[in-house]
């Protein structure tokens, strides 16, 4: 059997039931209190574009295991009561990342519209990233 959902449809799905913001909109908020930026994308994404300043990294495929309080690999910030503004590249995996974090019972979440990569041609803070070694 076949793909019976594709990934636009997903996408489509979870956009159907999160909260999007625009650029203008995380802009205002960063730096705010009570807010944390998540950075879903993978390291090496990471470190070969930068980051939104302040950002906590939370690759999507741990995310589900940091934002679990009984996970070995769980981060307080899931569990701070912040409001959670979530980004990737392009604004797919962080809309997929948003629901699920709403599904498991996180209703302070959000995502930006055209992700990391809108965030960057917009001009606005950017800071890097140390590569691993």
Same mark, same amino acid.
């Not at 959902?5 to 995380?26: H, N």
């Not at 309080?69 to 981060?75: C, D, E, G, L, V």
């Not at 930006?112 to 960057?120: L, N, P, V």
């Given at each position: 059997? /076949? %793909?019976?959902?594709?990934?636009?449809?997903?996408i489509?799905?979870?956009?159907?039931? %999160?909260r999007?913001?625009?650029?203008?909109?995380?802009? @205002?908020?960063?730096? #705010? $209190?009570?807010?944390?930026?998540? *950075? %879903?994308?993978?390291?090496?994404?990471?470190?070969? *574009? /930068?980051?939104?300043? #302040? @950002?906590? $990294?939370?690759?999507? &495929?741990m =995310? !589900?295991? =940091?934002?679990?309080?009984?996970?070995?690999?769980?981060?307080?910030?899931?569990?701070? &009561?912040?409001?959670?503004?979530?980004?990737?590249? +392009? +604004?797919?995996?962080? +809309?997929? @990342?948003?629901?699920? =974090?709403?599904?498991?019972?996180?209703?302070?979440?959000?995502? %930006? *519209?055209g992700g990391?990569?809108?965030?960057k041609?917009? /001009?606005? $803070?950017? !800071?890097?990233?140390?590569?691993?070694?």
């Amino acid at each position: 059997m /076949g %793909i019976t959902k594709g990934i636009k449809q997903l996408i489509a799905e979870a956009r159907d039931r %999160i909260r999007t913001l625009t650029l203008d909109e995380a802009k @205002a908020k960063l730096n #705010g $209190p009570n807010v944390t930026f998540i *950075d %879903i994308r993978e390291p090496h994404e990471l470190e070969a *574009d /930068g980051v939104i300043p #302040g @950002a906590v $990294p939370a690759p999507r &495929g741990m =995310l !589900e295991f =940091l934002a679990d309080p009984a996970s070995p690999y769980h981060k307080d910030v899931f569990s701070s &009561g912040n409001e959670l503004i979530l980004y990737c590249a +392009s +604004s797919g995996r962080s +809309s997929l @990342a948003a629901a699920t =974090l709403q599904d498991m019972g996180l209703s302070h979440v959000a995502h %930006i *519209d055209g992700g990391f990569k809108a965030w960057k041609q917009a /001009g606005l $803070p950017v !800071e890097p990233v140390a590569k691993q070694k």
